[in-house]
């Protein structure tokens, strides 16, 4: 069974300074990932998608992640933070177990940015 | 923007009382979701739809109906409402014929008194 885990629940950084957020995956299949952003009383939005056509995926507003196979691992990084990027973010793994296009969430990590 | 609206998007309602949420979607998708968001559950999947009248339940679907008469439309009810239904909730559509990307809607936050 698909299944996913963010190490942090909460990350704090100080403004400019890089963003990593933490995201295990545990697959049967070759999965498909994605990045979710939530801000303050909002609504979801894709940020970025593992296709395997790259192992590196650059999404919205500078981050990116990177599929590593060996370490079951899709990471989400930006080099330098800005205030904006304060929000909830969320690691998801497709289930493709099923025929129901269904999607499996990590709790979420909330990322605080500093000035 | 993927055409998703969801209506009302604020409700207070009194526990017994049953409430219906209504999601809209304008692109003929055939898959839809609702799922449910709440304080360290991150987003939890209720019931879904891969059809006209074709549904299933998600992991959390105790309290919950769904129905789905039209493509453009997927209703969820809750049958009595309790005060553990206070939440909000998204509807979400499915995408892409590989990767099955999720879009979402802007929310119902219901309080249930």
């Known amino acids: 069974a698909q299944s996913v885990t963010q190490l942090d629940s909460h990350v704090s950084v100080s403004e400019g300074t890089p963003v990593l957020l933490r995201c295990n995956y545990s697959?049967?299949?070759?999965?498909?990932l994605f990045w979710y952003v939530q801000h303050p009383n909002k609504g979801l939005q894709l940020l970025l998608k593992y296709t395997s056509a790259a192992t590196l995926v650059k999404g919205i507003n500078g981050f990116e992640a990177e599929f590593k196979k060996s370490e079951t691992s899709f990471h989400l990084t930006k080099p330098s933070a800005h205030m904006s990027d304060a929000a909830e973010y969320f690691c998801v793994v497709s289930d493709q177990g099923g025929n129901n296009r269904k999607l499996i969430w990590g709790l979420g990590t909330s990322l605080a940015v500093n000035p | 923007d993927a055409g998703i609206t969801q209506s009302p998007r604020h409700k207070v309602t009194e526990t017994g009382t049953p409430v219906t949420l209504r999601c809209h979607q304008t692109e003929n998708h055939r898959y839809m979701y609702w799922y449910r968001q709440d304080p360290g559950h991150g987003l939890r999947l209720i019931h879904y739809s891969y059809g006209v009248k074709d549904t299933d339940k998600g992991e959390v679907s105790d309290g919950y109906s769904v129905s789905r008469s039209k493509t453009e439309d997927f209703l969820l009810t809750l049958e009595s409402a309790t005060s553990s239904q206070t939440s909000v909730y998204f509807c979400?559509?499915?995408?892409?014929?590989?990767?099955?990307?999720?879009?979402f809607g802007p929310g119902t936050r219901l309080t249930v008194t």
């Open positions: 979400a559509i499915s995408v892409g014929q590989t990767n099955y990307e999720q879009y």
């Open positions: 697959s049967s299949y070759s999965p498909s």
